[in-house]
């Protein structure tokens, strides 16, 4: 078993049972990409069991900080179980859900998705893709499925040195598939979509927004960012007289469009524009046109704490825009995914894009990612998803 030791002081995250080992920390030894090595202090003393990484700034994943764990095939499928076991105590008003959550499951650089009969696998460190046998092997065995579909083409095997990959590693089948979400359906496609086909970690927040969209009997929505339309479909469940939905994209406008038409609701309701938010949001202001309800789901604009300055500004921008347009007594939805924008700024940002609009507002409630995304106590990294309900005061 190859060692790799680390700087004085460096030890303090893994005791604090932190499974990250950066690049920084390092004082000698590595081993090959995947490779479990043996992490010690500089004494000597033992650490963790860790996947190496020669190529990423995140040098070493913990697999177990316990010295007497075998890391084999055997622990792998007992993460794995642990991770699904603990999902039969959440509360998921759904057929499709989260599996495997990474790091808060145990098992680094992996995540998987459910959608009803196929499983949806990203293999994103060193270490889940030395494994990826062994683990799919694990996921349809504790699953009883049959259908594993890789959709490891995301951007973080680039800074792992890993090469994007997708397609069918177990079985065959047609990736468009159509999901069950608390009173209505979605469908998706595993092979093209965004993440694994879908955005499950929105499942909680789209079912309060179709509750507001009842209670509050909302006639006028606007869903930026919508993608494939969930907050749109949510929106039409609850009541909403009318939905426009914006989003750069053209076949995931067509998707929400589908989507719309495969829960039965009239299309007459509905106005699906393949746009830029941000000139869109301008447009409507120009045009004096308003919502009485707004959901901002942007995509990812700051991937790390170094990209949180000008992306911050990226969200105060589409905020402030948002507030403007937005009637007195309306409701806002606005989210953030970045990993590199806490809560508390995220709160700062919301807070300085109303004062630019000259707008104040209730906060409802702050929402985060369904409970099958879970954040850990030992890995707040977890909380990647964050989001405001915020109500325009009158």
Known sequence: MKVIRIKEGKERSLLRRHPWLFESA????????GETVRVESVQGEFLAWAAFSPSSKIRARVWSFDEKQRIDAA???SRVAAAIRARTRFDIRSDGLRLIHGEADGLPGLIVDRYGDTLVAQFLSAGTERWKE??????LAETGLGRLYERSDASARGLEG????SGWLRGEGPTGLVLREHDWCLGLDIAQGHKTGFYLDQRDSRKRFADYAARLKFQRVLNCYCYTGGFSVAALAGGAAHVTSIDSSGPAIEQARANVALNGFDLARTEFLDADVN???????????SFDAIVLDPPKFAPTVAHAERAARAYKDINRLALKILEPGGVLFTYSCSGGISADLFHKIVASA????????YIHERMGGAPDHPMTINFPEGEYLKGLVVMRKA
């Open 279 to 289: 000139a869109s949001l301008r447009r409507f202001a120009q045009e004096g046109r």
């Open 162 to 165: 890993l090469p994007e990959l």
């Open 26 to 33: 390092l004082a000698k030894g590595g081993g090959d990409a």
């Open 354 to 361: 109303g004062t630019d609009a000259g707008v104040d507002g």
């Open 134 to 139: 062994a683990l799919a092997d694990a996921l």
């Open 75 to 77: 622990f792998l499928a």
